[in-house]
């Protein structure tokens, strides 16, 4: 099973700052990585696939990088509705796996 | 509008059983490869299962094979997973989620989630 491992636990910053979130695998992945973004009570949302991809109706703040085994999501100017849990998802290999969050706070 | 709606969720003893349901609407769901995903209370998401547009190809994660099955009536548009022999650690949201025709791994779109709960 492909391990994904997510830095940091717990980003705090204001709106307006730019955020990078990071993904690990523990082996290669290809470009076969999605970021969700899930608020509290929400189910998860599609940010990017296949490691830039923006997902339809995504901002354009959002935008990802990275291939084989690291990955980043950056949010270039946080908005408000911004805060909330971001997790990485690799389609790679069967079972799939997400990594364990980032929480991303309003400082 | 894709639309993605579980229900059959609630309180059910551990060694019992439980069927979700997951009701499509808004896209063509015969074309779709189709997953569940779960979310223990107050904890990350877990790949549960997938099953092709077809219904003939299923996978599961260890931690339910031989305990829950996946499976779908493409005439109803409905998504289906059986779970028996349910453990506390089962407890959990569970979500049905759509494929993009991008790539089956990608869940596009979400149901709202359903809660089943396993305790005695």
């Known amino acids: 099973e492909i391990v994904l491992t997510q830095s940091p636990a717990t980003l705090s910053l204001s709106p307006g700052e730019r955020a990078t979130l990071s993904c690990r695998a523990s082996q290669s992945v290809s470009s076969y990585l999605a970021w969700y973004q899930q608020r509290p009570g929400q189910a998860p949302r599609l940010l990017i696939y296949d490691a830039s991809n923006r997902a339809t109706g995504i901002p354009a703040r959002f935008s990802g990088s990275g291939s084989g085994t690291d990955f980043t999501l950056t949010i270039s100017s946080l908005e408000p509705e911004d805060f909330a849990v971001y997790y990485c998802q690799q389609r790679s290999n069967w079972p799939y796996t997400f990594g364990q969050g980032t929480k991303l706070e309003i400082k | ?120």
Request: with cysteine.
């Open chain 2, 1 to 120: 509008e894709v639309q993605l709606v579980e229900s059959g969720g609630g309180l059910v003893q551990p060694g019992g059983s439980l069927r979700l349901s997951c009701a499509a609407s808004g896209f063509t769901f015969s074309s779709n490869w189709m997953h569940w995903v779960r979310q223990a209370p107050g904890k990350g998401l877990v790949w549960v299962s997938r099953i092709n547009s077809d219904g003939r190809s299923t996978n599961y994660a260890d931690s339910v094979k031989g305990r829950f099955t996946i499976s779908r009536d493409n005439a109803e548009n409905t998504l289906f997973l059986q779970m028996n022999s349910l453990r506390a650690e089962d407890t959990a949201v569970y979500y049905c989620a759509r494929a993009l025709a991008a790539g089956a791994g990608i869940a596009g779109d979400w149901g709202q989630g359903t809660l089943v709960t396993v305790s005695s």
